[in-house]
């Protein structure tokens, strides 16, 4: 299933580049500059954030997130993985944690 997902990948890569090109689509440069990686969260600055607070009326807090599973709807050629990384300098402090309780 894995290798389907990437040769469909690779096939609908080399269909639509010249398309793509061909259209020349331009991608402007962020307004805080070319090493720019947040975009408009630049605009987050502590006083937005108070004039945001402000606007509060009611304290109700709203869950934005959604669940993410096997079952979450998607394209037939996509899949989910989640892949829990636990490094060696981990279990040491784990491990040694344990001997000092």
Sequence with gaps: MLLYAALYNILLALVLAPLLRAQNITIP???WGPEDEIGA???L???KVLEASKLITTGKAYRLGIPIDSSTPAFAHRTIAITAVWS???SIK???SKLID
């Design 41 to 43: 969260a630049n605009r």
């Design 45 to 47: 600055a502590p006083q």
């Design 94 to 96: 784990h491990e040694a």
């Design 29 to 31: 440069v962020s307004e």
């Design 88 to 90: 060696i300098i981990n």
